[in-house]
T-cell receptor, first 112, second 112 residues
Framework: DAKTTQPTSMDCAEGRAANLPCNHSTISGNEYVYWYRQIHSQGPQYIIHGLKNNETNEMASLIITEDRKSSTLILPHATLRDTAVYYCIVRASPANAGKSTFGDGTTLTVKP | SQTIHQWPATLVQPVGSPLSLECTVEGTSNPNLYWYRQAAGRGLQLLFYSVGIGQISSEVPQNLSASRPQDRQFILSSKKLLLSDSGFYLC???????????FGPGTRLTVL
């Protein structure tokens, strides 16, 4: 799996959009970009994933650059409950064993 | 719907004692199963994964072992715990044809 680079921490005002960047310059053609988040002392929660097209679901939007070397997770209207560590990982799919170690992620703090 | 259970939620054990953590998945069959460990403030390190009963792959050499005695049961064990085994242990599953992982609530292990 390709390595990803994320900022260590970010702040966002409540009600504003939170834009979390991720660099994955060594991504290969069959690898997907996945985003998870982990609220303190809980298991990570799946948010969204994509291959090359932008994706949107009820939680977030994922914007992937045309060269696929970076992506941005967008939480359109951040709330205090969105405070969490956000992990960007790259993984080939389908895979019988999605072997990935999650990096340190970005700690997003949403402030009132 | 599928659910994943882990127990116990928290555990305090002396150095040199044995360990057994259990993970079970409901509502699916033949899942891929994973054990991760998370040190405080860090990302997730993949320890073991399994694609079927009795099939275990180890990602890192360590003091721990894993077993899969039944299709939806994954056990993490140690014969003698070390201080460095302390951490937050997470079990996860996914289907063979997709890579989205679903995580359990985790077990916080403290070795004294």
């Amino acid at each position: 799996d390709a390595k990803t680079t994320q900022p260590t921490s970010m702040d966002c005002a409540e009600g504003r959009a939170a834009n979390l960047p991720c660099n994955h310059s060594t991504i290969s053609g069959n690898e997907y970009v996945y985003w998870y988040r982990q609220i303190h002392s809980q298991g990570p929660q799946y948010i969204i994933h994509g291959l090359k097209n932008n994706e949107t679901n009820e939680m977030a939007s994922l914007i992937i650059t045309e060269d696929r070397k970076s992506s941005t997770l967008i939480l359109p209207h951040a709330t205090l409950r969105d405070t969490a560590v956000y992990y960007c990982i790259v993984r080939a799919s389908p895979a019988n064993a999605g072997k990935s170690t999650f990096g340190d992620g970005t700690t997003l703090t949403v402030k009132p | 719907s599928q659910t994943i259970h882990q127990w116990p939620a928290t555990l305090v054990q002396p150095v040199g004692s044995p360990l057994s953590l259990e993970c079970t998945v409901e509502g699916t069959s033949n899942p891929n199963l994973y054990w991760y460990r998370q040190a405080a403030g860090r990302g997730l390190q993949l320890l073991f994964y399994s694609v079927g009963i009795g099939q275990i792959s180890s990602e890192v050499p360590q003091n721990l072992s894993a077993s899969r005695p039944q299709d939806r049961q994954f056990i993490l064990s140690s014969k003698k715990l070390l201080l460095s085994d302390s951490g937050f242990y997470l079990c996860a599953w996914n289907r063979g044809s997709t890579d989205t992982q679903y995580f359990g609530p985790g077990t916080r292990l403290t070795v004294l």
